[in-house]
């Protein structure tokens, strides 16, 4: 079993993701610290893009405030090489291809399995792209995370099939961020994925409240939540990391109480 599929053996998982560099990378740092003490099962670390095609505009803030402070992949990666040394909870990168392609993606993923890295999620990479980076992940065992939207029907056991690591369900159409309501049929996007590949299932985009994230968590294995989470760390700044740490431990305590 994968560090990533042990993250769903605590109960249903929750899962946080921060844009690294927002607002610095030293409190990037503190946070995935302060997350991992409230909670959260596995961490998804954003690394900044200029073009981020699946975020809502508060991603896209963050991304362009990191970058412009002149955030590197390297930066970031020796900021993964200090977290290594105090804690071993399973962390994802979340990013797009071209930040891939541009660093060389041999070196990417051989550089993130170096440091601990535990998987990939690229939401711009289609299923019939995958090929580009999936060997290399293999190779150097990173799991790279499959992602399946309400559209992809009757693709979803298709994906399912050759997923690893988890499944990252797409709530909503569209991009990132925040939304009041949640009307797709996750219940029925879990069932294929389970009938293909016995795989967790955790659902993004769009959760915020303690509500959504125990209705989400109750129709799959988990909940994954990112512009709440980047909302606070823009409202509070250098301060941001009690009340970020305050939101993981009330969301993953609403997981538990599904």
């Known amino acids: 079993m994968s560090k990533i599929q042990n993250a769903f ?12 560099g927002d607002p610095s990378l030293a409190v990037t740092e503190q946070l995935v610290y302060a997350m991992e003490e409230a909670g959260a099962d596995l961490i998804e670390l954003g690394i900044p893009f200029s073009d981020p095609t699946a975020e809502g505009p508060v991603i896209q803030a963050a991304n362009m405030r990191a970058l412009s402070q002149g955030v590197t ?7 993964v ?10 962390m994802v ?24 890295m535990d998987g990939l999620i690229l939401p711009d990479l289609p299923f019939e792209e995958k090929e580009e980076f999936d060997p290399l992940c293999r190779q150097y065992g990173i799991d790279l995370v499959s992602l399946i939207a309400p559209t992809s029907k009757e693709r ?6 050759e997923a690893s690591g988890f499944v990252y369900c797409v709530s909503s159409l569209g991009v990132t961020g925040v939304r009041k309501e949640i009307q797709t049929d996750i219940g029925a996007m879990v069932k294929l994925v389970k009938e293909a590949n016995d795989i967790p299932c955790a659902v993004g985009f769009g959760i915020s409240t303690p509500e959504q994230a125990a209705r989400m968590a109750s129709l ?12 606070i760390c823009a409202a509070y700044g250098e301060d941001c990391v009690p009340y970020v740490k305050e939101y993981v431990r009330e969301m993953k305590q609403a997981c538990l109480e599904e």
């Open 81 to 90: 090489f200090r977290i290594r040394k105090k804690t071993q909870i399973p």
């Open 73 to 79: 992949t390297d930066d970031i990666f020796e900021m």
């Open 93 to 116: 990168f979340m990013t797009y291809a071209n930040v891939i392609f541009s660093y060389g993606a041999e070196r990417f993923i051989r550089r993130a399995s170096e440091l601990g």
């Open 9 to 20: 053996q605590n109960g249903k998982a929750f899962i946080p993701f921060i844009t690294c």
């Open 220 to 231: 799959s294995d988990g909940a994954i939540v990112g512009s709440a989470i980047v909302k």
């Open 156 to 161: 979803i056991s298709m994906i399912a099939k």
